[in-house]
């Protein structure tokens, strides 16, 4: 298993050549099957165009090398068409907000976690406040270009650290997603009420003020009724995010994907 960062910037090693052939310079996300599927490469000045290594021709990912067996693994992103338009869905996770399919924003994608062997993404490393946890894939629902989505149970699945992370077969790996797309949204329990229900909500709403001040906004925020709420270039404090939380789901969405540090 490799966090992302640990593939960035690797050579990349032929290994029927004895020779380094380009470097690693970014990892493209496959959304739909929560996967690394290519690995980007830099190579001499004089080249022209995006190369890339299907990761299914990568014969290994070490601590200084990735490997392939030929030279011709590299490949022309044009001549890839799949690998082109994963590309340009610019999916890269690291920044991006995750929230339950109801709507709650538990924290931020600071890094995720690869399995080397085939490229799957095993799970997410969150800022959540002042701590770092990591989410198992099983919970994710989708993986967006800003956004990505959780199930409504995700905060209970937390680990502290990647090797409590779970490396599933391919079989394993599709039923996985195809029951986390597919499960309904659990019947609410009238017995187990609302006490706990609240207590959640303040929990993640806490969670929400702590992720966001002191982030400063990229755009005008603006209510339902098309008032301005923030401008932009403003630094968010705690009573600016408690009152977009006031306002509700789609303006506090709005603001939490256009802030930056």
Same mark, same amino acid.
């Given at each position: 298993?490799k966090?992302?960062? $640990?593939i960035? /910037?690797l050579? #990349?090693?032929? *290994? %029927? +050549?004895g020779?380094e052939?380009?470097?690693v310079?970014?990892?493209? *996300?496959?959304?739909?099957k @929560? %996967?690394?599927?290519f690995?980007?490469? !830099?190579?001499?000045?004089? !080249?022209?165009?995006v190369?890339a290594?299907? @990761?299914?021709?990568v014969?290994?990912?070490?601590?200084?090398?990735?490997?392939?067996?030929?030279?011709?693994?590299?490949m022309?992103l %044009? +001549?890839?068409?799949?690998?082109?338009?994963? @590309?340009?869905k610019?999916?890269?996770?690291?920044g991006s907000?995750v929230?339950?399919?109801k709507?709650h924003l538990?924290g $931020?994608?600071i890094e995720?976690? &690869?399995?080397?062997?085939?490229?799957q993404?095993?799970g997410l490393?969150?800022k959540m406040?002042?701590?770092?946890?990591?989410?198992p894939?099983?919970?994710v629902?989708t993986?967006?270009?800003?956004?990505v989505? #959780?199930? =409504?149970?995700? $905060?209970?699945?937390l680990v502290?650290e990647a090797s409590?992370?779970k490396?599933?077969?391919?079989d394993e790996?599709?039923e996985q997603? *195809?029951?986390? &797309?597919e499960?309904?949204?659990?019947?609410?329990?009238p017995?187990?009420?609302? /006490?706990?229900?609240l207590q959640?909500?303040d929990g993640?709403?806490?969670?929400q003020v702590q992720?966001?001040?002191?982030?400063?906004?990229?755009?005008?925020?603006? /209510?339902?009724q098309g /008032?301005?709420?923030?401008e932009?270039g403003?630094t968010?404090?705690r =009573?600016?995010?408690?009152k977009?939380q006031e306002?509700?789901?789609?303006? @506090?969405? $709005?603001l939490?994907?256009?802030?930056?540090e």
């Open positions: 298993m966090k992302s960062v $640990e960035l /910037n050579p #990349v090693i032929s *290994i %029927s +050549e020779e052939i380009g470097q310079k970014s990892l493209i *996300i496959n959304p739909e @929560f %996967s690394v599927d690995l980007t490469t !830099q190579q001499e000045e004089w !080249q022209v165009g190369k290594i299907p @990761f299914k021709k014969i290994g990912v070490g601590e200084y090398a990735v490997t392939v067996e030929h030279g011709n693994a590299i022309d %044009s +001549e890839i068409p799949i690998a082109n338009q994963l @590309f340009n610019k999916v890269g996770l690291i907000r929230m339950t399919r709507g538990l $931020e994608i995720y976690h &690869v399995n080397d062997d085939n490229g993404i095993l490393t969150l406040g002042d701590r770092e946890v990591i989410l894939m099983g919970e629902v993986l967006g270009k800003q956004m989505i #959780v199930t =409504e149970n995700a $905060e209970e699945a502290a409590e992370l490396v599933l077969s391919a790996e599709a997603i *195809i029951s986390v &797309v499960a309904p949204a659990p019947a609410p329990n017995t187990e009420v609302d /006490n706990k229900a959640q909500a993640l709403k806490e969670k992720l966001l001040i002191g982030k400063t906004l990229l755009k005008d925020i603006h /209510n339902q /008032n301005m709420l923030f932009g403003t968010l404090k =009573e600016d995010v408690e977009a306002e509700g789901p789609s303006t @506090f969405v $709005e939490s994907m256009n802030v930056t």
